[in-house]
């Protein structure tokens, strides 16, 4: 249901942390072309450590083809947007929802954000920056939509941790 779109991205050490962050949250990537890397570089699989086997994207060629293929609520992250990203209640659709960001150089382009201007949505920050990095706007909305969901299926416990690790821990000295 959650995916997350990055329009032409150009740096590759941005999408493997993007990647990590979709296995992270059970959330389809899709990325639209052209690409600034080859999904094959040695930053994306840096960047994903080994994680980016298990992640599930698709590449489209332009957006009209993502476009063609992916029906459902489309938000836009862009530094033109008007409201903050917190402001829209993500958890009233049942339809899927894309949460499409641009590429680091120029964002999105005005054609594509123009008919969407009432989901254009802006991260709240101060006038000493333009944006924010991408692989961050990314975590930061992703995980706000999560919250809103109250975290879907994801777990809440370290998984691989003995029951009351913490808790039960002594000081040694």
């Not at 080859?38 to 994306?44: A, D, H, R, W």
Request: hydrophobic fraction near 30%.
């Amino acid at each position: 249901m959650l995916n997350v779109v990055l329009f032409e991205p150009e740096i590759p050490g941005n999408t493997g942390n993007i990647m990590r962050t979709c296995v992270a949250t059970h959330t389809h990537l899709h990325l639209i072309k052209p690409l600034g890397f080859s999904l094959e570089e040695k930053y994306i699989k840096r960047s994903g450590v080994n994680y980016i086997d298990n992640c599930e994207y698709t590449v489209y060629e332009n957006w009209d083809d993502f476009e063609s293929k992916n029906k459902g609520i489309y938000y836009f992250y862009t530094r033109y947007g008007h409201k903050p990203h917190s402001d829209y209640d993500y958890t009233k659709h049942t339809e899927p929802i894309y949460l499409i960001f641009g590429k680091e150089s120029t964002g999105i382009p005005r054609s594509i954000l123009k008919p969407h201007l009432d989901t254009c949505a802006r991260i709240p920050m101060t006038d000493k920056v333009r944006a924010l990095n991408l692989s961050n706007s990314v975590a930061i909305v992703l995980y706000e939509v999560l919250r809103q969901m109250n975290y879907l299926d994801l777990l809440r416990d370290e998984p691989h941790k003995e029951p009351n690790f913490i808790e039960e821990y002594e000081d040694e000295l």
